[in-house]
């Protein structure tokens, strides 16, 4: 495989991989700052919980990008 293959793989990763975190560190302080955290029933639940899936679902994709660059080699 081309070298240019490999980087992009692995760009692609780390980008994959801190937007997870910050999608997940952004969405835990929003969320508390607006209370949706802590209030039953608060309006903003499901915003929550979108990005929150978000965050869980692009970071094992990144591992799996990390996996298949490795058999790139």
């Known amino acids: ?3 240019i293959f490999k980087t992009l793989a692995t760009i692609g990763a780390w980008t994959l991989f801190i937007a997870g975190w910050l ?3 952004v969405n835990l302080i ?6 949706v955290m802590f209030t039953a029933g ?3 639940w499901v ?10 679902v692009c970071i ?3 591992v799996v990008v990390m996996r298949l660059r490795q058999k790139m080699e």
């Open 42 to 44: 608060a309006e903003g």
């Open 1 to 3: 495989m081309p070298h």
């Open 23 to 25: 999608f997940a560190l």
């Open 47 to 56: 915003e929550v919980l979108a990005y929150f899936v978000l965050a869980i």
């Open 60 to 62: 094992p994709l990144s």
């Open 30 to 35: 929003i969320a508390i700052l607006t209370g």
